[in-house]
């Protein structure tokens, strides 16, 4: 039988433990750098394959994504507009 020294294990609990706090602050940091955005947007994929094969082609998705700029930048000016308004 093997036998692990008390310190050995109270220091691999130690480590473990550091770096689970770790990760918890890098979590809430991520969240805390993304709190600004939000999402307003869900893609549609069936509305995005516009000849309906099943696949999503380069063209289309290029439509797709030129739409939905033109949709964020109305949206956004609309936005601004409404909070110098104010």
């Given at each position: 039988m093997i036998r692990i020294p008390a310190a050995a294990i109270f220091l691999l609990v130690t480590v473990g433990a550091a770096l689970a706090a770790e990760d918890r602050r890098s979590d809430r940091q991520s969240a805390q750098d993304t709190g600004g955005v939000r999402v307003t947007e869900v893609r549609n994929w069936s509305t995005i394959d516009t000849d309906k094969d099943g696949y999503i082609s380069a063209e289309e998705m290029?439509?797709?994504?030129?739409?939905a700029w033109e949709r964020g930048k109305r949206n956004t000016a609309t936005t601004e507009d409404k909070k110098t308004s104010q």
């Amino acid at each position: 039988m093997i036998r692990i020294p008390a310190a050995a294990i109270f220091l691999l609990v130690t480590v473990g433990a550091a770096l689970a706090a770790e990760d918890r602050r890098s979590d809430r940091q991520s969240a805390q750098d993304t709190g600004g955005v939000r999402v307003t947007e869900v893609r549609n994929w069936s509305t995005i394959d516009t000849d309906k094969d099943g696949y999503i082609s380069a063209e289309e998705m290029e439509n797709y994504l030129a739409q939905a700029w033109e949709r964020g930048k109305r949206n956004t000016a609309t936005t601004e507009d409404k909070k110098t308004s104010q």
